[in-house]
């Protein structure tokens, strides 16, 4: 697998990060990439190949689609790639629609949906068998929040991952005869800094009463849950959305 690359969009910290590392322990060379963070993404990267494993940090801002061209042009210099995480992503204060901006708004389809689309799309470019590709996989992470709608905080965010959700059933069923799987992970109440990020950096944990296991997940637990799907462990799995949620998605 010493050629195979597998970019993780919003590899720098939580989610993404563990991806990149155990990745990097299954074998991929790994695309680290960061909008703004670099000492963080340089982290991961020196911790890769400490391991003895290959990366690198790749800035670009997937809210940009210039950015994003950017980002793929320079991974494809790093080697052919394999896989796409479709991590990157924000989130804004707690909030009732009523008050949200169209600032907010914009910032929000414009990364969270639109960027995505766009980096599956230049994956796509790359990985279809009908390109010139060999295939690979596209793991998107999605959220719970796109089934409980998350009122009163982030139905924005909600409606963002929902739109993520069906891209991967859609773009699952136009690529799947051109040598690509599409999937995706569906997260609950994860302990990562993206929290701290809405204002709210104890949430994970001020949750934990509330949630049917009674504590948070781990961003390694998402992580080993998108390395099965890239893999072909999974290789009769496309369009599937998996749940690692705790069970919170099925909780009243």
């Known amino acids: 697998m010493d050629d195979r690359v597998m970019l993780v969009t919003g590899g720098s910290r939580g989610i993404g990060a563990a991806t990149a590392l155990m990745g990097a322990r299954a074998g991929y060379r790994v695309v ?3 909008a703004a963070n670099e000492a963080a993404a340089a ?11 290959a990366a690198i940090a790749l800035r670009g801002d997937v809210g940009s689609e210039a950015e994003i061209l950017a980002l793929f042009e320079a991974s494809d210099r790093f080697g052919r ?11 804004d204060r707690p909030g009732k629609l009523v008050d949200f901006s169209t600032e907010r708004l ?11 689309f766009l ?4 994956a796509v ?31 924005d965010y909600a409606a963002s991952k929902g739109a993520i959700d069906t891209l991967t059933v859609g773009l699952a069923k136009e690529v799947m005869d051109e040598g690509i799987r599409v999937c995706a992970v569906r997260p609950g109440v994860i302990d990562t800094d993206i929290h701290a990020s809405g204002g709210q ?11 049917p296991m009674k504590r948070p997940g781990t961003a390694e637990e998402v992580a080993a849950a998108i390395l099965w799907l890239a893999s072909d462990a999974a290789s009769y799995s496309a369009g599937a959305i998996l749940d690692v949620s705790g069970g919170r998605s099925i909780w009243p």
């Open 32 to 34: 680290v990439n960061y």
């Open 43 to 53: 982290r991961v990267v020196s911790a890769i190949e400490a391991g003895g494993g």
């Open 81 to 91: 790639l394999s896989v796409l995480v479709n991590n990157a992503g924000v989130v």
């Open 106 to 116: 914009e910032r929000m389809w414009r990364i969270n949906v639109t960027g995505s």
């Open 119 to 122: 980096c599956a799309r230049e």
């Open 125 to 155: 470019k790359r990985l279809s068998t009908a390109r010139g590709g060999r295939g690979g996989t596209i793991v998107n992470v999605s959220s719970v929040a796109a089934k409980l709608g998350a009122p009163a905080q982030y139905v």
């Open 201 to 211: 950096p104890t949430r994970a944990f001020d949750m934990a009463p509330s949630l």
